[in-house]
């Protein structure tokens, strides 16, 4: 079973801890029903004769202990697994580029994640299962002890439950399979409703659509493939159930008829099958819960295969050999990068790229929606890995293994910039930092940012422009050489955007930074020192800005 697979897989003992329990359990279980059977037949204790309580109480308090024992090993070891599933989805995702991520989905994370979670009422879906199977082990043992006919009736009976349960629970499966789909798109809508707030309510069509075609569509089919399932469950159960009423009704009526029967011969049955109801019962029970964390585990390990196709590379950060932290030059060397569509057809081809930047320089990036700017920057910064051709830091060639340590020598801020709501880069973020002071007074934040010094944090109760700001202090903080703002000055109001473009792009120029930014304000072109174009995936200019005239005549 896909349960005991997976702590054998954890736990080299656990098999050898599930083998004791089996025995323990055994032969308290048939301790117990023979001393039933002798108390309710008025006959001597079989087993150590006169001391019927003491042997009664003794395998009882046995029992109890025993399956303490296993039950506590059981939770630790359910625990672990717990904790190494969710670590190892992301562990897997912080490895993953950022491409394959964007195709992976965040939706899917979310409900792995979720998924893991369902793990924890293994304890006691396992203790339950092991328990009752060994019960009815027993009593069929013990029934085909008293007669083999009886103990054949009682196993076939079993067995046609058993087709019955397993036909029944395939669809059970498929649709818990359902639901969880369902799951991953609901999180992606939510994220919508989340992420796309004000967009929302700017819209009646489309807030009205958000909500009634997609969130409440989809709960509305989650709700009713659900209800379908737990009247399934249900069904089972009472089948399951009042099954066992019929096997009794069998005994009552049936065998003593058969087998010319009186009543001191077939009570055995009668105890049996009253002992089989109550564990049979919780085995039906817990068929809902062996689906569910059977789905989860298969979901769970279906994302991380995902994860590891879509890498293709082992877990960690590569080759972290130091490149030369001062930078000198960057050169792409035909750098090209393709999208593909679903059947591998290449769609769009940014390059091929011949581009040198110098340190110190301040490069604009222009042109138009969809004309490579994006992917452009996705390169360069390392987020993309090269279709073809080559990227050099400082004469190092960019292998694969690089990419990450490539990645580490660039600051940059995106369009979409995210501020983390703790202190991950551990900078020393108090009033006693005095380039964070600085920093402060140069971005013009003074008495607006909140910081907490016992914390070591910032508040980010800001607008989009000023944390486009607090995004800057941050990536100067990170002392990088290389400086990339996508579309950093649009959401900053006139008077700052000139002063980025006038005073702050001079003085990091003068830090020695190299700065490439995407911009569209062409009144500011006079204070860079190259401007490239791109459209349709190429450069189609690369100009210094002495020729800027003859640039926008383009």
Not at 73 to 84: H, M, S
Not at 291 to 299: E, F, P, W
């Amino acid at each position: 079973m896909f349960i005991l697979k997976i702590f054998q897989n954890r736990s080299k003992l656990f098999y050898l801890a599930l083998l004791l329990l089996g025995i323990i359990n055994s032969l308290t279980s048939t301790v117990l029903l023979m001393f039933i059977q002798s108390a309710l037949q008025q006959k001597p204790f079989p087993i150590l004769p006169g001391y019927g309580w003491a042997t009664f109480t003794g395998s009882l308090v046995i029992a109890i202990v025993s399956t303490k024992i296993f039950q506590t090993y059981i939770v630790k070891l359910t625990q672990e697994i717990l904790y190494d599933y969710e670590l190892n989805v992301l562990e897997k995702l912080r490895f993953t580029s950022y491409f394959d991520f964007q195709n992976l989905g965040s939706q899917r994370i979310y409900t792995a994640i979720n998924d893991v979670r369902v793990l924890a009422m293994v304890p006691e879906v396992l203790v339950v299962m092991i328990n009752s199977s060994i019960l009815v082990f027993c009593a069929l043992g013990y029934m085909f002890w008293i007669s083999p006919v009886g103990g054949a009736s009682m196993l076939s009976l079993m067995i046609c439950l058993l087709v019955f349960y397993m036909f029944r629970n395939n669809v059970i499966k498929n649709n818990l399979n359902k639901v969880r789909d369902l799951q991953d798109t609901y999180h992606k809508y939510l994220l919508d409703l989340l992420n796309g707030f004000k967009e929302v309510k700017m819209s009646i069509s489309r807030n009205e659509n958000l909500f009634n075609k997609y969130l409440k569509a989809n709960r509305v089919e989650a709700r009713a493939i659900g209800q379908k399932t737990a009247i399934r469950y249900l069904d089972n159960e009472l089948i399951g159930r009042y099954s066992w009423y019929i096997a009794l009704g069998v005994v009552l009526f049936v065998l003593p008829t058969l087998l010319n029967m009186n009543a001191m011969e077939y009570s055995p049955f009668i105890i049996v099958v009253l002992f089989l109801m109550g564990p049979l019962s919780l085995l039906v029970g817990i068929l809902s819960h062996l689906n569910n964390i059977k789905v989860a585990i298969t979901r769970i390990e279906k994302v991380e295969a995902d994860i590891n196709v879509k890498s293709n590379s082992v877990l960690g950060h590569g080759d972290l050999t130091e490149i030369n932290k001062n930078f000198d030059e960057l050169i792409f060397d035909e750098v090209t990068y393709k999208y593909f569509d679903e059947l591998k057809k290449s769609t769009f081809i940014v390059g091929p790229i011949n581009l040198t930047i110098k340190k110190g320089e301040v490069i604009f990036i222009t042109g138009g929606n969809g004309s490579g700017k994006s992917t452009f920057i996705n390169l360069l910064t390392g987020l993309y890995k090269v279709t073809s051709g080559a990227i050099y830091l400082n004469g190092t060639h960019i292998t694969p293994q690089l990419q990450a340590n490539y990645r580490n020598q660039f600051a940059a801020i995106f369009t979409n910039n995210y501020l983390f709501e703790e202190n991950y880069n551990d900078f020393e973020l108090h009033t006693g930092n005095e380039d964070l002071m600085a920093y402060t007074e140069i971005m013009r934040l003074k008495g607006i940012l909140k910081i907490d010094d016992l914390g070591k944090k910032i508040s980010n109760g800001l607008s989009k422009g000023q944390s486009k700001r607090l995004a800057l202090i941050y990536a100067l903080m990170e002392q990088r050489q290389i400086f990339v703002l996508d579309e950093w000055a649009a959401e900053q109001d006139p008077i700052f955007r000139a002063y980025f473009y006038e005073k702050i792009l001079v003085d990091l120029k003068n830090m020695g930074k190299t700065v490439i930014a995407v911009t569209h304000d062409d009144h500011y072109f006079q204070h860079c020192d190259r401007i490239l174009k791109f459209d349709y995936g190429k450069i189609i200019e690369d100009k210094a800005v002495l020729k800027r005239r003859e640039f926008l005549a383009h």
